[in-house]
C-alpha cells in the first residue's frame, strides 16, 4: 500500500495532468466582456475558523491515514477576469459536505457523525494561467437543496465572488429546487465525467471556469 505522502503526490500529479487541457474561453481584443460568475448565498456553513489543514486535498486530513469516504472528484479550472485574462494568486475556497452530507460546522444538526477523515474547506491558489485544483469528493446531498459545493475567491484582502457550484452529466441528478435559474444557473452547473486514474481506479473529473470582475 502507498504511503500517505505519495498518494497525496500522486493527487496532485493528476490534478496537474487533468489541468492541462483546462479550457479558457477565447477573447480578443472587439470581444465583448465575459459573463461574471453569477453570485450565491454564502449559507450557515462557512468555517467558524478556518481549520489548521485547509490545502487543496480535502481527501485528506493532516498526517492522517484515513481517507475521506465518498467518491473522489478532481474539481479544477480556471479563473479570469471579464476580459479573459488569468487571475494569477487570487485564493479560491470551497467547503462542502462530507459522503453523507454533513458540514465540518458546529452548527450542522449532524455535525457529530461527520466524517472526521474529511477536510471540508480546502483552498487553491491560481496559477499564472488562472488555473486553480482540488482533490474532494462529491458531496452529497442533505434537505432540499442539490448537491452543490459553495465556493469564494479572495484576491488579497477582498473577497470578490460568493458562490455555489452545481452538478449535471453522468448518473448525478439536480435534486431539489435550485436558487439559480435560467442563463445563471448554466454558468454554475459543471458536468461531471468518470475517468480512470493512473493506478486503475475511477476517478470523477469536474471542470468549471470562474469569471471574476
Ligand atoms: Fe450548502
Redesign the pocket.
Known amino acids: 500500500m502507498l504511503t500517505r505522502k505519495l498518494r497525496r503526490r500522486g493527487a496532485i500529479a493528476a490534478a496537474g495532468l487533468l489541468t492541462l487541457g483546462t479550457a479558457r474561453p477565447g477573447t480578443a481584443q472587439d470581444e465583448p466582456p465575459l459573463m461574471l460568475t453569477p453570485s450565491q448565498q454564502e449559507?450557515p456553513?462557512y468555517p467558524v475558523e478556518i481549520p489548521s489543514d485547509h490545502d487543496a486535498d480535502l481527501t485528506v486530513v493532516g498526517d492522517a491515514e484515513t481517507v475521506a469516504a465518498g467518491q473522489p472528484l478532481l474539481l479544477h479550472g480556471v479563473l479570469l477576469d471579464s476580459s479573459g485574462e488569468p487571475v494569477e494568486g487570487a485564493v479560491v475556497e470551497i467547503w462542502q459536505t462530507d459522503a453523507v452530507g454533513i458540514y465540518l460546522h458546529p452548527g450542522d444538526p449532524d455535525f457529530e457523525d461527520r466524517d472526521t477523515a474529511f477536510q471540508g474547506f480546502g483552498t487553491s491558489v491560481t496559477d499564472a494561467d488562472g488555473i486553480w485544483a482540488f482533490r474532494t469528493i462529491l458531496p452529497e446531498v442533505y434537505g432540499s437543496?442539490p448537491r452543490?459545493i459553495?465556493a469564494k475567491v479572495k484576491v488579497g484582502d477582498e473577497t470578490v465572488l460568493t458562490t455555489q457550484i452545481y452538478f449535471s452529466g453522468g448518473d448525478i441528478p439536480a435534486e431539489g429546487a435550485l436558487e439559480a435559474t435560467g442563463g445563471e444557473l448554466d454558468a454554475l452547473l459543471v458536468a461531471v465525467e468518470a475517468v480512470v486514474a493512473e493506478d486503475g481506479s475511477e476517478v470523477l473529473t469536474a471542470e468549471h471556469a470562474v469569471v471574476v470582475p
Open positions: 449559507g456553513y437543496r452543490h459553495h
